[in-house]
């Protein structure tokens, strides 16, 4: 099994919203990603968990809450979200972190608007 | 973070050869890697090459890697419809702690 699943596959909350995205894999990975794309753009890097502890929050903001609560599954809540926001978030996840050659796989992502 | 570009569009007709170039800012990063995105989807991984290679052959794919340039390119034999989709390249480098992706290359594949 080599499938990062994400749910849900779509969603549009308002500003006042609180909401969380799931992400999870049973590839015995260690490392697991958020990441969020803007339309025609590469990925930008949110958060890197390695062994369920948080390693890199990319100067996030803090409206973004990112949670690991096992080694399978991500989530990352979302409360008082901007209409900038709005993206593409793609989970992933990698054998380990920090170690080149574990390719990330990802996850299907779910596609955010706020509005 | 890392500058690693990309052409931002390439249009070939079906059947014929595709090639995507990158052009990459850390020497010291050990892989390279090729990602394909189809509209709405994740990215999925195509290939990847060590940095001590300059080729690598995998069915329709050839990666060719210039070091001393840092210029990483993806060629596409015979391409096909279902191979529109955007085309990332990634750099992970040794001295850094993400990977870092090209800007993206958007593939059309006319009929």
């Known amino acids: 099994d080599t499938e990062v699943t994400q749910t849900p596959k779509h969603l549009v909350m308002g500003m006042t919203n609180k909401k969380s995205l799931k992400c999870e894999q049973h590839?015995?990975?260690?490392?697991m990603y958020w990441y969020k794309q803007k339309a025609k753009k590469p990925p930008e890097l949110m958060f890197v968990?390695?062994?369920?502890?948080?390693?890199i929050n990319e100067s996030v903001p803090s409206r973004f809450s990112p949670e690991c609560p096992n080694s399978s599954l991500l989530n990352l809540h979302l409360h008082a979200l901007q209409p900038e926001d709005s993206a593409l978030y793609l989970c992933?996840?990698?054998?380990?972190?920090?170690?080149?050659?574990?390719?990330?796989?990802f996850g299907p992502g779910t596609r955010l608007t706020v509005t | 973070g890392e500058d690693v570009e990309q052409s931002l569009f390439l249009s070939v007709r079906e059947g014929d050869s595709s090639v995507i170039n990158c052009t990459y800012t850390?020497?010291?990063?050990?892989?390279l890697y090729w990602y394909k995105q189809e509209p709405g989807a994740g990215l999925q991984l195509l290939t990847y090459?060590?940095?001590?290679?300059d080729m690598k052959q995998d069915q329709r794919l050839t990666v060719l890697l210039n070091k001393k340039d840092k210029h990483l390119s993806l060629r596409i034999a015979d391409t096909q419809t279902g191979d529109s989709a955007i085309y990332f390249c990634?750099?992970?480098?040794?001295?850094?702690?993400?990977?870092?992706f090209g800007t993206g290359t958007s593939l059309t594949v006319i009929p």
């Open positions: 992933a996840s990698s054998q380990d972190y920090r170690e080149q050659g574990y390719e990330q796989y």
């Open positions: 590839m015995g990975h260690r490392a």
């Open positions: 990634a750099e992970f480098p040794n001295t850094g702690n993400q990977f870092y």
């Open positions: 968990y390695s062994y369920e502890k948080l390693s």
């Open positions: 090459i060590f940095s001590n290679m």
């Open positions: 850390d020497s010291s990063s050990t892989y």
